[in-house]
């Protein structure tokens, strides 16, 4: 790091301007500090008439139905709780960013019956399921892979580093916690960009050009150029930042014949992640809680943890939500980076149904051989 800072001090910096299209500072209800931010006024208590409600969608759709890509607002009917659940959706997406339901308890439910009512309460935060895979799965477990030689990042205990998804909300319901551990960290995606602006203004610039070199395990490898910062909507800019994808990772080694990263796009992602990590906050990991996250308003990442057994390891299970309503429009740029999360008919979406996880998630090689969008291979 000294050296790089030595060879940034012989630079030009100061006459570097930021990019007209974006702003000098982000104004939003989730640009705020690790002391501003309240989890408390961002958790929803599921009460016992929720419950009930939630439940009776439950078994009407048992009755009616059977078949989880039917799964929606319509066959899963929340005629209370859905209002106040479309509520919480419009602020995710113009607002606050985050949001966090407790109370549901998922040792009364089978594993049917916990993924039913967890994809039947995200249909009225997000109607738009993406994929997580190559073969179009949209709903996945995390839980630690003992049975793959190369697991990804995702099904290891490991810490794993600040970075968006691809997809508008990122929706986890934690079915079963660590021992100790695994909280998802997040932090304000705005409040990075501003003290970034703040402090080290000529990496605006960096960030915005399309010229990152992420990098695919498919074969052949070779490398697609993106940038890690969008211009957005009402000066509102956001971040498409997965260091895997630029570095490679313990299980994906990046090949020596992709371009390495330049002085500058080196000094932004580091200081992206630095910033992410000063000013992040803890989501407590509840049994039974909901987490709902805007990619767009806030980094994540997990710290590492240790289970007890295998029996009670821990185990979430993920979903990534767009929303036809209250969703941003996409540029072409954003929709390239993104892929073809969303670009597929939902009768062709596949649920994994039991909390082990198949090869091809688990595993780096299988998942990179048959993911669609060539850049998205470290996801987490």
Same mark, same amino acid.
């Given at each position: 790091?000294?050296?790089?800072?030595?060879?940034?001090?012989?630079?030009?910096?100061?006459?570097?301007?930021?990019?007209?299209?974006?702003?000098?500072?982000?104004?939003?209800?989730?640009?705020?500090?690790?002391?501003?931010?309240?989890?408390?006024?961002?958790?929803?208590?599921?009460?016992?008439?929720?419950?009930?409600?939630?439940?009776?969608?439950?078994?009407?759709?048992?009755?009616?139905?059977?078949?989880?890509?039917?799964?929606?607002?319509?066959?899963?009917?929340?005629?209370?709780?859905?209002?106040?659940?479309?509520?919480?959706?419009?602020?995710?997406?113009?607002?606050?960013?985050?949001?966090?339901? &407790?109370?549901?308890?998922?040792?009364?439910?089978? !594993?049917? =019956? *916990?993924?039913?009512? #967890?994809? /039947?309460?995200?249909? $009225?935060?997000?109607?738009?399921?993406?994929?997580?895979?190559?073969?179009?799965?949209?709903?996945?477990?995390?839980?630690?892979?003992?049975?793959?030689?190369?697991?990804?990042?995702?099904?290891?205990?490991?810490?794993?580093?600040?970075?968006?998804?691809?997809?508008?909300?990122?929706?986890?319901?934690?079915?079963?916690?660590?021992?100790?551990?695994?909280?998802?960290?997040?932090?304000?995606?705005?409040?990075?960009?501003?003290?970034?602006?703040?402090?080290?203004?000529?990496?605006?610039?960096?960030?915005?050009?399309?010229?990152?070199?992420?990098?695919?395990?498919?074969?052949?490898? &070779?490398?697609?150029?993106?940038?890690?910062?969008? !211009?957005? =909507? *009402?000066?509102?800019? #956001?971040? /498409?930042?997965?260091? $895997?994808?630029?570095?490679?990772?313990?299980?994906?080694?990046?090949?020596?014949?992709?371009?390495?990263?330049?002085?500058?796009?080196?000094?932004?992602?580091?200081?992206?992640?630095?910033?992410?990590?000063?000013?992040?906050?803890?989501?407590?990991?509840?049994?039974?809680?909901?987490?709902?996250?805007?990619?767009?308003?806030?980094?994540?990442?997990?710290?590492?943890?240790?289970?007890?057994?295998?029996?009670?390891?821990?185990?979430?299970?993920?979903?990534?939500?767009?929303?036809?309503?209250?969703?941003?429009?996409?540029?072409?740029?954003?929709?390239?980076?993104?892929?073809?999360?969303?670009?597929?008919?939902?009768?062709?979406?596949?649920?994994?149904?039991?909390?082990?996880?198949?090869?091809?998630?688990?595993?780096?090689?299988?998942?990179?051989?048959?993911?669609?969008?060539?850049?998205?291979?470290?996801?987490?």
């Amino acid at each position: 790091m000294k050296r790089r800072q030595l060879l940034l001090a012989q630079l030009d910096l100061a006459n570097r301007s930021i990019p007209a299209q974006f702003p000098r500072q982000i104004s939003s209800p989730s640009t705020l500090s690790s002391e501003q931010l309240d989890l408390t006024q961002l958790t929803f208590e599921l009460d016992q008439s929720d419950i009930g409600e939630i439940e009776f969608a439950l078994r009407t759709f048992d009755a009616r139905h059977g078949q989880p890509n039917d799964i929606s607002r319509v066959t899963f009917p929340l005629p209370t709780l859905g209002p106040r659940l479309r509520a919480i959706s419009a602020d995710l997406h113009r607002g606050s960013g985050l949001a966090i339901l &407790k109370n549901l308890q998922p040792d009364k439910y089978t !594993p049917w =019956e *916990n993924m039913v009512l #967890y994809a /039947g309460i995200a249909s $009225y935060i997000g109607d738009v399921r993406g994929t997580q895979s190559g073969s179009n799965h949209v709903l996945t477990h995390l839980r630690v892979a003992n049975n793959v030689s190369d697991p990804r990042p995702s099904f290891m205990r490991d810490d794993l580093p600040f970075h968006n998804d691809n997809g508008e909300i990122l929706s986890l319901y934690i079915v079963e916690p660590a021992a100790s551990g695994g909280n998802t960290m997040i932090s304000s995606a705005g409040h990075v960009y501003n003290e970034l602006v703040r402090t080290k203004p000529y990496l605006i610039d960096v960030l915005a050009k399309d010229d990152w070199p992420h990098w695919t395990a498919r074969k052949p490898t &070779k490398e697609k150029c993106f940038p890690l910062l969008f !211009p957005g =909507e *009402n000066q509102t800019p #956001y971040f /498409g930042f997965t260091r $895997y994808s630029l570095t490679g990772s313990e299980s994906s080694p990046k090949p020596e014949h992709i371009r390495p990263l330049t002085l500058l796009q080196a000094e932004a992602m580091d200081s992206i992640e630095m910033l992410a990590a000063k000013n992040a906050v803890a989501l407590p990991q509840r049994k039974g809680d909901l987490h709902f996250i805007s990619n767009r308003a806030f980094f994540h990442a997990r710290k590492a943890y240790q289970d007890l057994s295998m029996d009670n390891a821990r185990h979430l299970m993920r979903l990534i939500l767009m929303d036809s309503e209250f969703g941003h429009a996409l540029t072409t740029a954003e929709k390239v980076r993104w892929g073809a999360s969303f670009e597929f008919s939902p009768d062709q979406a596949a649920w994994i149904l039991e909390k082990e996880h198949t090869h091809e998630m688990a595993s780096s090689s299988e998942f990179d051989s048959l993911y669609l969008d060539e850049t998205t291979h470290t996801s987490s």
